[in-house]
């Protein structure tokens, strides 16, 4: 087959080798590029030629070669089925042993509840707070996000600067957008003028190093509206939740498989209204979910799939560096 004859565009001739090497049934296939608005012979005719194609029957080897592997994820999905998994366990006070025993080495999400009481900033966080103490400092944030699908990959075209009453103004005067958001990816924490910040919080006696120096850590703070894709980290995660609510939704590490992998660690299913058309495999995804209240924190363990929502005006704290032999564990891209 000449791919520069064929009439289908290159995004769909990718989709369509991508799920027919993935298993999907043809009939499912042709459907969705018939609702597409692809012609019904045409949609036959290059299913036919995909699957004569001799480089996609190199790709069907290796597709079966992981589909071995993914027969044992879903094994182990079952297990814990079985085992409760199909629940985001909530737990009050955790003592850190059994902590490590059961969610950080079992790679078990968990929400825990009592573990932030102790912080100042659970009191002391508010848009007027950051407003009068910080507000001349120089902060980044991401902004344009609306108008680029691949924001969250792509997030150094989107860095912006500006005073922190600056953004704090944006935020609130926006009722609901996900257009600005400060994300992970900043050096904020690392500005002499924010550091005062960090005395508001506490790290989690026994789970989390109580240094918090600002490589640690980092701030999330947006309007109502803000969303974090579908995606995964590389090591393991503890998230507090201080002034909002956010919604959030996890698909296992190990059903990978199911959630489309995009440009390594994303995904290109949008987990707030999934396409099951576009993505029929999600649907035999195991979803996770709970809104965090001021106080909560969420453990996502590495390589965890995680969707995240703010239902409000929002600030988060999220830490890595666990008190645990040989430091966090990071999961390494094959290439």
């Not at 070669?65 to 409760?84: K, T």
């Not at 960090?198 to 120096?213: M, N, T, W, Y």
């Not at 029929?280 to 979910?289: G, H, I, Q, S």
Request: with cysteine.
């Amino acid at each position: 087959m000449n791919e520069d004859k064929s009439p289908l565009r290159p995004e769909w001739r990718q989709w369509l080798a991508e799920n027919l090497a993935l298993g999907v049934e043809q009939e499912d296939v042709h459907r969705v590029l018939v609702a597409a608005g692809v012609d019904p012979a045409l949609a036959r005719a290059e299913m036919a030629a995909v699957a004569g194609h001799p480089y996609f029957k190199a790709c069907l080897q290796v597709a079966r070669h992981f589909g071995w592997m993914e027969s044992l994820m879903d094994v182990y999905s079952e297990l814990r089925a079985q085992d409760g998994g199909r629940e985001l366990e909530v737990r009050e006070r955790i003592a850190p042993e059994e902590f490590f025993q059961r969610y950080y080495f079992g790679h078990r999400p968990v929400v825990l509840r009592g573990m932030m009481e102790d912080w100042p900033a659970l009191t002391r966080w508010s848009l007027p707070y950051f407003r009068e103490r910080f507000g001349q400092v120089e902060v980044e944030v991401m902004v344009g996000r609306d108008a680029d699908p691949e924001h969250a990959a792509l997030q150094d075209r989107h860095r912006a600067r500006m005073p922190f009453a600056a953004f704090l103004d944006k935020v609130e005067a926006a009722e609901q957008t996900n257009d600005f958001y400060m994300v992970p990816r900043n050096d904020n924490w690392r500005r002499d003028g924010l550091s005062p910040l960090r005395e508001d919080l506490r790290a989690p006696r026994g789970i989390i190093d109580p240094g918090l120096l600002p490589d640690m850590m980092t701030l999330l703070l947006g309007p109502a509206g803000t969303v974090t894709p579908l995606h995964h980290d590389n090591m393991n995660i503890l998230l507090g939740q201080v002034l909002g609510r956010k919604h959030v939704r996890l698909v296992p590490s190990f059903e990978r498989h199911r959630v489309y992998p995009h440009r390594g660690t994303f995904s290109h299913v949008d987990a707030g209204k999934p396409d099951l058309v576009a993505h029929p495999l999600f649907a035999e995804a195991t979803v996770l979910e709970a809104v965090l209240e001021p106080g909560d924190m969420v453990f996502l363990p590495v390589g965890w799939w995680h969707w995240v929502k703010a239902l409000g005006v929002s600030a988060s704290v999220t830490f890595h560096h666990f008190l645990v032999p040989g430091g966090n564990t990071h999961l390494e891209a094959p290439f």
